[in-house]
């Protein structure tokens, strides 16, 4: 199982980005586990300057952009 993880404190466009994960988790990959990161300590301690951030299993794909789905779908492929 892998994980999708979004970094946002809970914006609007972190919302978008985490109703888009999902989306595309669901139709792609349902095996992925998506988690929330609002803690905005642990966003810097990870090395995330600008939200919103997408990760899939530990490497950042996205961050401070709101990505096309497609794009987020083609993270999710195996």
Known sequence: MGIV?????????CRKVEE????????????FRVE???????????GVLSTPAISVDGVVKSSG????PEEIRQWLLP
Do not use: F
């Open 5 to 13: 993880r979004i970094y946002g404190p809970g914006c609007a466009r």
């Open 20 to 31: 888009m994960v999902r989306q595309a988790v669901g139709e792609t990959n349902p095996d």
């Open 36 to 46: 929330k990161i609002t803690d905005i300590q642990e966003i810097i301690s990870l």
């Open 65 to 68: 952009r709101i990505p096309e």
